[in-house]
């Protein structure tokens, strides 16, 4: 198969949409396409004069900006090698990952800058600002040289103005060459480094094209960046397929609360909208169900013929919340609460569950919403093979293992993780437990790291007993814990609502026991949860949003 140049596609693109707007900081500034290219152009003057050479590692820590989207397409036009970083690791993070990755520069966002301490990180060379390129420290006379002169050599060489056949990029030698090192947040303490070929970028673009481009999202089309462009998902699939195609992309900037993302979808009205399963609950059960969890709605909705009319007006609301234009919502990065699930499927809300993993820049699994079926999380994305390792794919669950062009080259220095994680045979072993219908649905059990065993063996998903408890009365987050053989459920419980409605701690506790014995109905002997704990403050949780489930138990 003939897999062309990612690095060409990305110059394509911005010799195409040269007067299209490219990148805006939402109520800020906004990037035209050539307006990138000048600022790519800087960037690699500052590079090659400050010494960075292919393949050198540049890392980039901040919150999505236009100048972060900036900064990473010209690292990899340049030839070196990005080391995106999640903002919200701690400072420690940050100091061995760039120290790991032997990064020679870090880009770093306002909050970052004051947070870090450039004496931890020794192989640096230099540490950018990433809202104005300025230098935070300089350790070469080259580097400082190379800044402070800038214009003047960007002056130099062009000294009419820069043009489209000025565009000139570095184009990868192979498709196995490495893009990125992508550390995963990982909910096991040490992260891993994931090394992302180019041929990972362009088939996870390539499949984007398939499923949405080609149809849906319109080149100059609004799209909203509410993911970390540092987290594959978001780099995947708010960013790099957009820019390639055309798009204009909005950034949040600011943490993203449900009151400043409604607002944005309100103004911005993106065509595709790419989420994790949190801001859609919470947008769903705060702005949502409290309109139609009261008697009246449920009567209507219980009357066949009113019920269809209520629920298009419904499914119209829940659109509108959304900003009206897109044509789907794709969830994915951790498992769906099955309440909002089903609620969004019973009004023929547009949305559908893919899965994936750093190790596959991320897209494995996925199926367009009008065919999807619920609980699944779909079937194999295209340039990949997915399959169930047990001897009963379709009733036994077992380990999902996929392979294809976006799985990794391996884990960086550390060859003892990629072998047990990468089989002889190209299969990834994803750590996840699931089952596939014959029609290749894949259903997500939970980690294979947090099953449980019972007294006689019997396989428990703390995953699928949390699912049904975060559902019920009062119930924010819970985290599922296996304490001398018998369950015990650690719940967070909304204290917002539990103040505006006047209860006591007492008035939760015996909340949470009548939740307890309500869900013990619904469980087999050995999934019966004998004990619930109240925990004071919510669940301490990776950027991608998932429990750090290793504190708890």
């Not at 957009?242 to 949040?252: K, R, S, T, V």
């Not at 290749?440 to 007993?465: D, H």
Request: glycine share 6%.
């Amino acid at each position: 198969m003939e897999i062309p140049s990612f690095n060409q596609l990305i110059q394509q693109s911005i010799i195409k949409n040269w007067d299209l707007d490219a990148l805006t900081d939402y109520k800020g500034a906004t990037l035209q396409y050539h307006d990138v290219a000048r600022k790519i152009e800087k960037l690699h003057i500052m590079f090659e004069n400050s010494g960075v050479v292919k393949g050198d590692k540049i890392a980039l820590c901040g919150r999505n900006s236009a100048n972060w989207a900036t900064a990473f397409l010209a690292t990899l036009t340049y030839g070196a090698v990005a080391v995106p970083i999640l903002h919200e690791f701690t400072a420690d993070q940050i100091h061995n990952i760039v120290e790991h990755s032997e990064a020679k520069l870090l880009f770093v966002g306002d909050v970052v800058a004051t947070t870090i301490d450039p004496s931890k990180m020794p192989g640096l060379e230099g540490i950018i600002y990433i809202p104005d390129y300025s230098l935070v420290i300089s350790r070469t006379d080259k580097l400082t040289y190379a800044r402070e002169h800038l214009n003047e050599m960007y002056g130099h060489k062009f000294p009419k103005y820069f043009r489209k056949e000025h565009v000139s990029y570095y184009f990868e030698q192979s498709p196995d060459e490495l893009a990125l090192i992508n550390y995963t947040s990982g909910t096991t303490g040490f992260s891993k480094g994931v090394m992302i070929p180019y041929r990972a970028l362009w088939s996870n673009y390539d499949f984007a094209i398939d499923v949405i481009g080609r149809n849906h999202v319109k080149p100059g089309s609004n799209t909203l960046s509410i993911l970390p462009m540092a987290h594959m998902y978001g780099m995947a699939f708010e960013f790099i397929f957009e820019f390639l195609h055309g798009c204009h992309i909005f950034y949040l900037t600011r943490v993203p609360s449900p009151a400043i993302i409604a607002q944005a979808f309100a103004d911005i009205k993106p065509s595709i909208i790419i989420a994790v399963p949190l801001v859609i609950e919470k947008i769903i059960k705060k702005k949502v169900f409290p309109k139609i969890q009261n008697n009246r709605m449920r009567l209507l909705l219980n009357m066949p013929v009113i019920s269809k009319k209520v629920k298009e007006k419904i499914c119209e609301q829940v659109v509108n919340a959304f900003g009206g234009n897109f044509y789907e919502v794709i969830i994915g990065g951790a498992a769906f609460n099955q309440e909002v699930e089903q609620f969004l499927k019973s009004i023929d809300f547009p949305y559908t569950v893919g899965y994936g993993a750093t190790e596959t820049a991320p897209i494995i699994c996925y199926h367009d919403w009008k065919n999807f079926a619920t609980g699944s999380c779909g079937r194999a994305a295209i340039h990949m093979e997915v399959k169930i390792d047990s001897p009963n794919p379709a009733n036994i669950p077992g380990e999902i293992l996929t392979r294809g062009l976006n799985v990794m080259l391996g884990y960086y220095k550390n060859e003892e993780a990629t072998a047990q994680t990468l089989d002889k045979d190209g299969w990834y072993h994803t750590g996840d437990l699931g089952t596939m219908d014959y029609e290749g649905n894949v259903f997500i059990k939970g980690r294979s790291k947090n099953m449980l065993l019972g007294a006689s063996g019997q396989n428990i998903y703390p995953e699928e007993i949390e699912d049904r408890l975060n559902s019920m009365a009062m119930v924010v987050e819970s985290v599922v814990v296996q304490r001398n053989e018998k369950l015990v459920a650690l719940i967070y419980p909304d204290y917002d609502e539990a103040k505006s409605m006047g209860l006591s701690n007492e008035d939760l506790v015996n909340i949470m026991e009548q939740n307890r014995q309500a869900l013990n109905q619904t469980q087999p002997a050995y999934c019966k949860i004998t004990a619930v704990e109240l925990q004071e403050e919510e669940f301490a949780k990776t950027p991608k949003k998932s429990i750090k489930r290793y504190l708890y138990t």
